[in-house]
C-alpha cells in the first residue's frame, strides 16, 4: 500500500530523473528528511513551510522561460499522474479491442470505487466525462422542465452554462431568473439570501457555482441547497474550481447535480470530468445523447458517448493519490496562503484594488485583481510582455491563479510588477 510518504518520494524522485537530475540530489531533501518534514505541524504550519513544497514542486515539469498563474483554466498534472497516462495509453494501444471488449469494465469499475471513495460517493450516482461544460450541459438539458418553469442564477455563471439555459429557454419556452451578486460581500448570509428572494413558486432548479470562475470568490453553496430544498427545489452545483482546491468532499454540499472538471485543481489528464447525479434523480434526465436505456436508473446512461480513451481515465487514480499524498487540507492552506502572501502586499497600495473578497470562507487560491488606468486586458498583456507572467483578463480584472508548484519568488514578482504599474 502506497503511503503518503512515500508517494510523495516518488513522485519527487519521478520528477528529478525527468530532468536528469539523480534521484534526491543536494537541492531536494532525502527520504529521511522528507518524513521530518511531512509530518510537521497544522495545515495551517505547514502551507509555510518551503522546504515541504519545494519537494511537491520538484514533481512538476514545467517550461522555465515564463510564470504560470493561470491554473483556473487547465492544472498541469504532476509527472507520476503524466508517465501513468502513457504508460497507459501503451498498454492499451498494444491490445487494443481486447481491452476494449474483455479488460475495461473491470478496470472502470475499480477506478470509479477508488474515486468514489475519495469523493465520498458510490460509483452508481457518478460518470467520468470530459469536463464541467458537458457535465453541466446534460443535466441542464436533461432535466424535466416545462414551459414557463424557472431556473435561478446569477449573472457571474460560466457562459456556457448561461448559453445551455438560454438556448433551452428559445427552444421550449423556460424561464431564466437571473440575479446579480456582490462582488464583496458581507457576509455569506447575504449570498444565501439574494437567492431566497429571487425564489418565485415557478422556479424549480437553482444553478449555483462553488467557486465563481471570474474571481475565486466562494459561495456558500451548502446553506444555499439546504434552503432551496426546504421550498422544494433542486440544486445544479458547478464545481469546476472548487473540486480538490477546497478539501470537501461532494455529499458536504447538498447539491442534487454537480458538474466538475478534473483536469484543474486536482491536476488529472486534460479531458476529464465528473458528473454527479443523486441516486434518485437518474432516471428522469435524458442522456444528452442517444442510449438505449434512456429512462433508467443506470447513471452510465449519462456517459454514452461512443468509443472513450480509458488510459487517461485511468491516470484519474494517479491524481487522487497525488492529491491524498499531499493531503487535501495541506493543499488548500497552501493555496490560500499563496493567495494571501501577494494579496497582502499589494491590496493597501494606491490603484491596485482586489476584486474578491478575502475572508478564508469566501476565497482560497484565485484572486481577481485591477491597476488604475489598465483594462484587465491591458493588464494581463503588460504582465506578459515585461516580466513574462502568464494569466487571464476576465470581467473586472487580471485572474491570479497560484497552484502547489509555485514558488514565492515568483509571486515577488507579480507584487513588484504591479506596484510598478500602479506608480
Request: aromatic share 8%.
Amino acid at each position: 500500500m502506497t503511503t503518503r510518504r512515500t508517494f510523495v518520494r516518488t513522485a519527487a524522485g519521478t520528477a528529478l530523473c525527468a530532468l536528469g537530475t539523480p534521484r534526491f540530489a543536494s537541492a531536494a531533501l532525502s527520504p529521511e528528511e522528507l518524513e521530518g518534514v511531512a509530518g510537521a505541524g497544522s495545515p495551517k504550519q505547514v502551507a509555510q513551510d518551503e522546504a515541504y513544497w519545494e519537494v511537491i514542486q520538484r514533481a512538476y515539469t514545467q517550461d522555465s522561460s515564463f510564470i504560470n498563474l493561470e491554473s483556473g483554466f487547465f492544472s498541469p498534472a504532476a509527472d507520476p499522474v503524466v508517465e501513468a497516462q502513457v504508460q497507459n495509453l501503451r498498454r492499451i494501444n498494444q491490445i487494443p479491442s481486447f481491452y476494449m471488449r474483455r479488460l475495461m469494465a473491470e478496470e472502470r469499475e475499480d477506478l470509479k470505487t477508488v474515486f468514489g471513495r475519495f469523493a465520498g460517493i458510490p460509483p452508481e450516482e457518478f460518470a467520468f466525462v470530459r469536463n464541467t461544460t458537458e457535465a453541466l450541459n446534460v443535466v441542464l438539458q436533461g432535466v424535466p422542465l416545462e414551459a414557463g418553469e424557472e431556473v435561478l442564477y446569477c449573472s457571474r455563471e460560466y457562459p456556457s452554462m448561461q448559453e445551455a439555459l438560454e438556448q433551452r429557454a428559445m427552444r421550449y419556452g423556460t424561464v431564466n431568473r437571473v440575479i446579480d451578486l456582490p462582488w464583496l460581500p458581507a457576509s455569506q448570509d447575504e449570498v444565501v439570501q439574494a437567492y431566497a428572494e429571487a425564489i418565485t413558486p415557478r422556479t424549480r432548479y437553482i444553478l449555483v457555482s462553488h467557486m465563481i470562475y471570474l474571481t475565486g470568490q466562494v459561495l456558500p453553496v451548502r446553506a444555499i441547497s439546504d434552503m432551496a430544498h426546504a421550498r422544494g427545489i433542486e440544486v445544479i452545483v458547478d464545481a469546476a474550481h472548487s473540486f480538490a482546491h477546497l478539501d470537501w468532499k461532494v455529499p458536504d454540499l447538498g447539491a442534487d447535480y454537480l458538474g466538475s472538471s478534473l483536469h484543474k485543481w486536482l491536476g488529472g489528464p486534460l479531458g476529464t470530468g465528473l458528473l454527479y447525479v443523486k441516486r434518485e434523480h437518474i432516471s428522469k434526465v435524458w442522456p444528452l445523447f442517444g442510449d438505449r436505456n434512456a429512462r433508467s436508473h443506470d447513471i452510465e446512461k449519462l456517459h454514452h458517448i461512443g468509443t472513450h480513451p480509458q488510459g487517461t481515465d485511468q491516470a484519474i487514480k494517479d491524481a487522487v493519490r497525488f492529491h491524498e499524498d499531499i493531503g487535501g487540507a495541506r493543499k488548500e492552506a497552501r493555496l490560500r496562503y499563496l493567495k494571501n502572501y501577494w494579496v497582502e502586499q499589494v491590496k493597501d497600495v494606491s490603484g491596485i484594488h482586489i476584486n474578491t473578497p478575502l475572508g478564508d470562507e469566501q476565497s482560497c487560491a484565485i484572486a481577481n485583481v485591477l491597476v488604475d488606468g489598465l483594462s484587465p486586458t491591458e493588464l494581463v498583456d503588460a504582465l506578459w510582455d515585461r516580466y513574462r507572467i502568464f494569466t487571464v483578463g476576465v470581467e473586472q480584472g487580471a485572474r491570479i491563479a497560484p497552484n502547489v508548484f509555485t514558488r514565492l519568488p515568483q509571486l515577488d514578482l507579480l507584487v513588484e510588477a504591479l506596484k510598478n504599474h500602479a506608480s
